[in-house]
């Protein structure tokens, strides 16, 4: 079982940065796959980035890449998002998500995933 927490959302301009944290309790947190993911109003959760266990890949989606760095501090039991140069666009509530037994390919699908936290807003401004 774990438990994820995510913070670091809250209201920027347009070309700011934020740094979202996802903060896990549980055993062999170094193992699972830890994704981003978000959902605006009205549309269906989209997938952001993610990381694997173990190998460390990384992915993330067209429409952030470039502008979004993911990490993990397997000592802190956390997976951080760098998000720079941020767009209207990008407001949504960002969820972080654990996966087991993935492997070092990165999943995409939110199906793929066993645990979600409760969400951090982001509200990008103009």
């Known amino acids: 079982q774990v438990q994820l927490s995510e913070s670091g959302g809250g209201l920027v301009q347009a070309g700011d940065s934020l740094r979202l944290s996802c903060a896990a309790s549980?055993?062999?947190?170094?193992?699972?796959?830890i994704g981003w993911f978000r959902q605006a109003p009205g549309k269906e959760r989209e997938f952001v980035a993610a990381i694997s266990g173990s190998a460390g890949s990384t992915d993330s989606a067209n429409s952030v890449k470039g502008r979004v760095t993911i990490s993990r501090d397997d000592a802190k039991n956390t997976v951080y998002l760098q998000m720079n140069s941020l767009k209207p666009e990008d407001t949504a509530v960002y969820y972080c998500?654990?996966?087991?037994?993935?492997?070092?390919?990165?999943?995409?699908?939110?199906?793929?995933?066993?645990?979600w936290g409760q969400g951090t807003q982001v509200n990008v401004s103009s």
């Open positions: 549980g055993r062999a947190f170094s193992s699972y796959t």
């Open positions: 998500a654990a996966g087991r037994g993935l492997g070092p390919v990165v999943r995409r699908a939110n199906r793929e995933y066993d645990y």
